[in-house]
């Protein structure tokens, strides 16, 4: 059984709006937090947004105020409703859960937003 396994990816045109999930087979407090990164084609994984456990958020200054991190504890689910999308923001989207200084990693899901 995956442990984070990600979804609502695909291809949109610029402006537009995706929302992506990531559902958990664990708990989701059992994580420090949950958090979304991309991956450009030559380019390292980068921090999108994160949501810690208390409720703390972060944004990449890229997409604040385009991008919003949420959570469904009850259904162990962190979410990334994307607004505004920029052919810049194509790239795989993987979510991370922090746990004892371990990042663990789901599959990703593709985004692609044509011009």
């Known amino acids: 059984q995956e442990l984070l396994v990600e979804s609502g990816g695909g291809l949109v045109q610029a402006g537009g709006s995706l929302r992506l999930s990531c559902v958990t087979s664990l708990n989701i407090f059992s994580f420090n937090s949950m958090a979304w990164y991309r991956q450009a084609p030559g380019k390292e994984r980068e921090l999108v947004a994160s949501?810690?456990?208390?409720?703390?958020?972060n944004y990449a200054d890229s997409v604040r105020g385009r991008f919003t991190i949420s959570r469904d504890n009850a259904k162990n689910t962190v979410f990334l409703e994307m607004n505004n999308l920029k052919p810049e923001d194509t790239a795989v989207y993987h979510c991370?859960?922090?746990?004892?200084?371990?990042?663990?990693w789901g599959q990703g899901t593709q985004v692609t937003v044509s011009s």
């Open positions: 949501h810690g456990r208390l409720g703390e958020l």
């Open positions: 991370g859960a922090l746990r004892g200084g371990q990042t663990y």
